[in-house]
């Protein structure tokens, strides 16, 4: 919906191999929206969240809550986690440094939304110290607003503002602009660069004084070197890196498909006609889970976020059923007792329930509307 305010459809946003997703948008219904619709995007915090474990158990301390701790870390990277290390970091430090990478994005995938509040505020309610570092000094490679830093900082304020409508603990977070970094520790931020030669991304993730990191996928390669260079220089307080889970294609065949096709993926910035559009284009094949973006969305999004999912069927189907774990929802959809058409129905109502309180914001909020406008400045939309 904002893409389309900023008159940013067809173009593709230029970006350093991270954490960043690419955005979409329906064209079939840009030039019918008047602007003061586009600009409908909170105030209110979801209040069927789910509870995280150490909001459950108010008489465990961090100290005594490792096991809640390990666990936070690993749903959130899954198998990608090195356990022995990770092990070790958190038996040695009861408040590690956790940073997360942002790329500043003038429209936001609702995995840079929904799921980094997710995942941050696990770390937050596990008693890490969490920093959230805005890769803002990455503009000037970015051609579409000139490489101005001014203009990069006001989208990151954009995303600051998405996630304080997703209720991210952003009072128990420190942001992090990687500009102002750079600035007052250029001694040590340059030479790594110099070191490093190949990726400004490894030389920012070097830089930091981090315990873990909380990367895109799209960050691995980065880490990778990161790692090479602590062990080739024999540094010292190595960083861990969780890389978070990622969302699929909502289309059938994601590698055959133009990148900015309107179906993909869902945004933040997406209102109900969005959705519905997407859902009725995206792949749900019958009987089959694995390799199933919709029952992928319900995996990473809304069970985490509601700590179930309702589907209604019709009384001869069943009628309406509450999952409350992902083995349970696998069992019966590949048993055919739970149709596709159902389960987008279902999948469709819970992501407009997520967004709404996002799209009240940036509809009643002066800051965030004004936040909306100057965006559209950026980029110079019409």
Not at 279 to 287: D, Q, S, T, V, Y
């Amino acid at each position: 919906m904002l893409a389309r305010a900023f008159g940013l459809v067809g173009k593709t946003w230029k970006r350093t191999p991270t954490m960043s997703v690419e955005a979409s948008a329906s064209p079939r219904r840009r030039s019918q929206m008047p602007q003061q619709q586009l600009c409908h995007l909170h105030g209110s915090t979801p209040s069927q969240r789910q509870k995280f474990p150490e909001e459950q158990l108010p008489g465990d301390t961090v100290e005594g809550s490792f096991d809640l701790r390990f666990a936070a870390l690993k749903s959130i990277g899954e198998d990608r986690v090195n356990d022995r290390e990770l092990k070790l970091l958190l038996k040695k430090k009861h408040a590690p440094i956790c940073y997360v990478w942002c790329d500043p994005c003038p429209w936001m995938h609702i995995s840079q939304g929904i799921m980094k509040t997710l995942n941050i505020n696990k770390m937050v309610e596990s008693g890490f110290k969490v920093k959230i570092l805005m890769a803002d000094w990455f503009s000037q490679m970015n051609s579409e607003i000139s490489g101005n830093l001014n203009k990069m900082r006001t989208v990151g304020r954009y995303n600051i503002e998405m996630w304080k409508a997703t209720g991210m603990a952003l009072d128990k977070v420190d942001l992090v602009w990687l500009s102002d970094e750079i600035r007052r520790h250029g001694d040590e931020y340059w030479p790594i660069v110099m070191d490093i030669a190949r990726t400004n991304s490894c030389a920012s993730i070097l830089f930091q004084k981090a315990d873990i990191w909380l990367l895109g996928m799209e960050q691995h390669d980065a880490n990778l070197l990161a790692r090479q260079y602590y062990k080739h220089f024999k540094k010292k307080n190595k960083a861990i890196a969780v890389l978070d889970n990622m969302l699929p294609n909502l289309l059938q065949y994601p590698q055959m498909e133009n990148r900015r096709h309107p179906a993909w993926a869902i945004f933040m910035e997406d209102d109900k006609e969005d959705i519905c559009f997407k859902m009725e284009k995206a792949f749900c094949p019958p009987k089959l889970a694995e390799g199933n973006p919709c029952l992928e969305y319900i995996k990473y999004i809304i069970l985490p976020w509601f700590g179930m999912f309702e589907v209604v069927q019709k009384k001869g189907n069943g009628g309406k059923k509450t999952f409350l774990s992902m083995e349970e929802l696998t069992a019966d959809y590949e048993s055919g007792a739970l149709h596709p058409a159902d389960v987008k129905l279902a999948l469709e109502k819970s992501l407009n329930e997520i967004l709404q309180p996002v799209r009240d914001h940036f509809g009643r909020n002066g800051e965030a509307k004004d936040l909306v406008e100057a965006i559209g400045e950026c980029y110079g939309a019409d």
